[in-house]
């Protein structure tokens, strides 16, 4: 587990290798590539780019237009399941998968082409036909000639759709013109102009004047509007039923095709992503230098692939943060597969650095019981658990880690749920058929009874259960935040930076252990800040022990004036290294110069303000663990008041709002619990 080992590797090889080469890493799952400051592409490794990148981008625009999904979608995986297809392509050499995918993919994207440009024309020449439609519909009442009226020798005579709140104005613009005019529709009028061959122009001028367009009939129609309307719909009807026809020869060729079509096109965008990782090789001539890292570990698997040439290894300190190849190598998260799941969580507070402790197993471990905790309840728990199993039993990898992340949740949320003895918000004993199990004292009498239940009062929470859980959620966030910072320890000591551990990573750990239990001093004197130096009762350090410890309890205590003055003292004792320790590293030369007094102002605010104040926010934050459980046991009263309604309308309604809650308070609590 953690954070592999990285070698960098250097391949040096002829250039006419070149393909061989990229066969060589093609089985090989863990090169990373690094491309060298260069100018210089390898010719070869360009040109399968270039022709693959084209191949690329010609599927890329078919799946687009066709609407094909490269992955099911999370509703399809629920309801069908998943399934996996795969195409076999048989090479004898890697140098041939280029032209094996050219030669395979190509009358396919021809096809494809052909049909959907034929689609495309056709689509248009609807839309250009719909619109002559929609005008001559307006004239199909009218029987006139457009070919005769424009035979006139002496006469210009115009035909134009206009507004029909223009139509007079336009009429006043003409002295010594014929005009008619007839609406058409309510806002539309057709206008009929006459007038001498040598006024001819005073008409467009006129017309564009009022956005009025000169009405024509297409050269290849009749030029009577009522015949050019029969004829176009006729012609409407043919190509719509071609479009049809043509659409569904589409849908079936997409359907025998489907499958080479994802398939060339996760090719071709391997092939170019390889090549274009790989092609700069370097400024020699006839030999070509790949760079890269691989896990340490592979090392010998890896030099069995690339025996034929020359491979230079430089290995990685983990702890040398002076390496220039340290900041540069890659993260390997090395996970066991139950712990894996919960990879994402890391990542979306950001990867660890190289060197660094991979807090994945930390997660695994805390996400569940945070989510669990806010969720507690049997009846949630055992739906949230059987989603998760389902989604794994559907089989889609993008699932597979919310399925194990849902699955462990869950259970956690039920061993929660029978700790409070609760489940869909009803007593755990009362909704357990079995009489044998509902009978047993821890399901019988919770150990921590949340809700109180009494004849003729509604359900509420036990404040006494909710100081227990508060107290509970502290514990567990002092616990978590102790880990982060003895794993910031840990990092600093690995990877050899002492005199960051010395001046800051160390004296702020002292400080946080300090304030914790100066924390509980301050509890133990029931918040009175005078008697925290002079009371001498006794304060369990773990006050939580009082109720599930108490056998212990005498073990676990000292005076509260004695623990005020050690945790005081650690305090101090890590402020005081936190405000010296850097100008101290100044003055002798270890870090860079700069204005002491202002460095001592800085440590102190950022010592005395945010590392103190940071600590109590921080611990405070976890009370949200009892918080949102108190929130979810309250939805879960509401909910249960459904019951009273008659039978018919009760179950519906619970099962309804049970599911509301579920999916609204789980999305809140896994928010949450990424924030912790």
Known sequence: MGVSKITKVSIVLPRLHMPNAMEQLSKFDYFHAAQPDSSTYDETLTDYSKRSFKIYIQISDIIKELELKLTPSVIDVLKSGY???????????????????????????????????ELHNLNEEISKNEANLEAIKLLSEYSIDLDKINQFSLFTINLSICNTKDAPEIERSFDNAIFASSILSSDKSLILIAIQKSDTDN???????????????????????????????????EQKDLVKSLDDEIQSLCKQNESDILSYFELSRTLY????????????????????????????????????????????????????????????????????????????????????????????????????MMFGDVGHGLVLLLFGLFLLYRKAPFLKSWGQMFSISGIVAIFFGIIIGEAFGIELHKVIPIESIAQLDFIEHPIIHFIHRSEGHLPSIEIAALRTFL?????????????????SIYNDIKNREYDELIVETFPVFVMFVGFVFLMFSFIGTEFKIDQLFISQREAPLFFITERFLSGFTSYLTIPIATLSLYSTSLLLAGFFVLVIGKPVLIIIGRAPKESIPMTILVQVIDGGIEK?????????????????????????????????????????????????????????????????
């Not at 094996?100 to 994207?109: D, G, R, V």
């Not at 564009?208 to 719909?233: G, K, M």
């Not at 709002?657 to 912790?676: H, K, P, T």
């Open 612 to 676: 103190i104040a940071g600590s109590l926010s921080n611990i405070l934050s976890y009370t949200r663990l009892a918080v949102l459980l108190t929130v979810h046991s309250s939805l879960l009263i509401v909910v249960n008041l459904a019951l009273d309604l008659p039978l018919f309308v009760a179950i519906p309604m619970f099962i309804l709002l049970n599911i509301i809650v579920m999916l609204l308070e789980g999305l809140i609590v896994y928010i949450q619990d990424l924030r912790l």
């Open 203 to 237: 008409i467009d001028k006129v017309l564009r004047l009022y956005e009025s367009e000169s009405f024509t009939i297409s050269e290849e129609l009749p030029q009577n509007p009522v015949e050019a309307n029969n004829q176009l719909q006729k012609t409407l009807k």
């Open 471 to 487: 107290k509970i959620s502290l514990l567990l966030g002092i616990l978590h935040l102790t880990i982060g910072n003895l794993i």
């Open 273 to 372: 992503d390889s090549c274009e990782l790989v092609k700069r090789t370097g400024e020699l001539k006839y030999f070509a230098v790949i760079n890269g890292f691989i896990p340490t570990n592979l090392k010998s698997i890896f030099d069995n692939l690339f025996a034929s040439w020359i491979v230079i290894y430089e290995d990685i300190s983990k702890y040398n943060h002076h390496d220039p190849n340290h900041k540069d190598a890659p993260i390997l998260m090395n996970n066991l597969s139950i712990t894996k799941s919960f990879k994402s969580v890391t990542l979306n507070q950001g990867s660890p650095s190289y060197g660094e402790v991979d807090p994945t197993s930390l997660i695994a471990l805390s996400f569940p019981i945070f989510y669990g």
């Open 83 to 117: 399934k996996e297809s795969s195409k076999t392509i048989e090479l004898d050499r890697w140098a041939d998968m280029i032209k094996t995918l050219e030669t395979n993919a190509s009358p396919i994207i021809d096809t494809f082409d052909n049909k959907l440009k």
